[in-house]
């Protein structure tokens, strides 16, 4: 795997979701960007140095802290689109290219460059309102959700900086089969595919809190 480009969001308003502003709108940037852990959901704050979001309820955070989407997905939605998309254009921080990111294992750790940050696959991006308007493609959200495309966030397990160009070498995969199309699959479309997911403790607290709770009211 390797980073054709990093990403950084320029503040725009959203009238999607009524709120000051959001940070979609990602461009690639030349140069090394630092990368950090960026404390729990609430501050806005995100990984990548100069990037942010503005939705703090719903983004951001330890577990938020940087989204990949791979090459070969854009061009898979140029395609269905009719249209081009450039690197950055879904919001992500890193778009890479040679890796199948949707099979990663949740918990699946990536080096980042020799030396550079570990990144942990942490769960699937969900699509929103914001998305849904930013692309402003005919029922975006569910084409989305079918296509079964979604992209994992990752979280800083170690800092440091990384650039487009740099190698991405898979460090640990845990020992389940739960990736990141299975856990969109469940979280979207096939809830009972849900029990499978609760073996992936890297999932974040809240997303395994909500199954369990689901779970519990479902059992007979």
């Known amino acids: 795997m390797q980073l054709l480009s990093v990403n950084v969001g320029r503040p725009m308003p959203n009238p ?6 959001t940070g979609i709108d990602k461009w690639p940037v030349k140069g090394p960007v630092a990368v950090s852990a960026p404390g729990p959901k609430g501050t806005g704050a995100v990984g990548l140095a100069g990037d942010r979001v503005y939705d703090v309820k719903n983004h951001g955070g330890d577990d938020q802290a940087v989204y990949a989407y791979a090459r070969e997905d854009l061009d898979h939605w140029e395609k269905e689109l009719d249209r081009s998309l450039a690197n950055g254009c879904f919001g992500e921080n890193l778009t890479t290219a040679g890796y199948d990111v949707n099979a990663a294992l949740i918990g699946e750790r990536w080096r ?12 699937p991006r969900i699509p929103c309102a914001t998305f849904a ?41 845990p020992g389940h089969g739960v990736t990141v199309e299975l856990a969109f699959r469940a979280l979207t479309t096939q809830p009972e ?15 395994l809190r909500r199954i369990r709770e689901r779970l519990a009211r479902t059992r007979p």
């Open 193 to 207: 595919l849900l029990p499978e997911l609760l073996v992936a403790e890297a999932l974040p607290a809240e997303d």
């Open 133 to 173: 308007g930013w692309l402003d493609e005919n029922r975006w959200i569910k084409r989305f959700i079918a296509g079964a495309l979604p992209g994992p966030y990752l979280r800083v397990i170690e800092p440091g900086e990384l650039a487009a160009g740099d190698e991405v070498a898979v460090e640990h995969r």
């Open 112 to 123: 980042i460059g020799a030396g550079g940050p570990l990144l942990e696959v942490s769960c």
């Open 16 to 21: 999607w979701k009524r709120l000051a502003a």
